[in-house]
């Protein structure tokens, strides 16, 4: 499971065993004011890794998340289950350090590029939160479709 | 813009200049048992280059436009201004040619990885709705991020 975390950017934890480091993203107003975050206040964020396209899962952002990610070289998300901040990774160690955040046409989606902490973005510990396919018997965390021949984006 | 396209399957156009051919999704009951639609009927589904990796879009899709995606190997979605099915690129040209259908680990969002026709998803003709980033100014469909810079996805 996630960590939940309503930590401002002040309590992030120091760099840790990966050696990555955070690199804020410099936005303006003017960006933020492009977004169109839903009825909920909600907008769908999807996470993928920087390095080999592989589409990671995907969560929701707030403007308070968004602000907060975008200023902390962090994802941040808001739980709609638990309805509470989360810092990705902040408990399990799978954290996840942003490298671009884009945002589609209609300015009702935005698309992460990160680097992957650990052995990835899913809580089954899966590397992808996509491990299952229709018409796959095999899919599963643990099944056939591994980090080596996961399916959802070509390496 | 998109098409608005409210016929049934066996409606389809036959395939068309790119020489793709659709090939239904296999699936099973139990598997559309897994998927958790919102609220609103309704669960995200990011659609991804099969070849590269790029996620050129976002849609959302009811019970409806998954089961004529997974059975047309077309993808379908519901169009939330329109209140309407849609086919992608039924009318633009910009077909996609469906090749796999993840879920997630929640079964609440949807993953696709489609051979992509003519020159992308966007309705603006950038090939990725994604063509805007925070803090790059150049961002645009025919900014500096063109299908061969295109961050969205690296590959």
């Known amino acids: 499971m996630e960590s939940s975390s309503d930590t401002g950017v ?3 934890a120091p760099p840790v065993a990966s050696g990555r480091v955070a690199a804020p993203v410099p936005f303006s107003e003017a960006e933020i004011a492009a977004i169109r975050f ?3 206040g909600l907008i769908p964020a999807i ?3 920087a390095g080999d396209g592989t589409v990671l899962m995907i969560g ?3 403007d308070t998340a968004l602000r ?3 200023s902390s070289g962090r994802s ?6 638990r309805q509470e901040y989360w810092c990705k990774g902040e408990t399990s160690g799978d954290r996840q350090w942003v490298r671009s955040v ?3 046409c209609d300015g009702d989606a935005l698309l992460l590029t990160v680097d992957q902490d650990g052995a990835g973005a899913c809580h089954t510990g899966a590397r992808s939160c996509f491990y299952r396919a229709f018409g796959d018997p095999g899919g599963g965390p643990d099944g056939d479709r591994g980090v080596d021949d996961g399916a959802p984006a070509p390496g």
Chains 1, 2 share one sequence.
């Open 102 to 104: 884009h945002y589609d």
């Open 10 to 12: 002040g309590d992030m």
């Open 76 to 81: 941040w998300f808001w739980s709609r289950s």
């Open 47 to 49: 996470v993928q890794d």
């Open 60 to 62: 929701y952002m707030d």
């Open 68 to 70: 907060r990610t975008l």
């Open 38 to 40: 839903g009825v909920d």
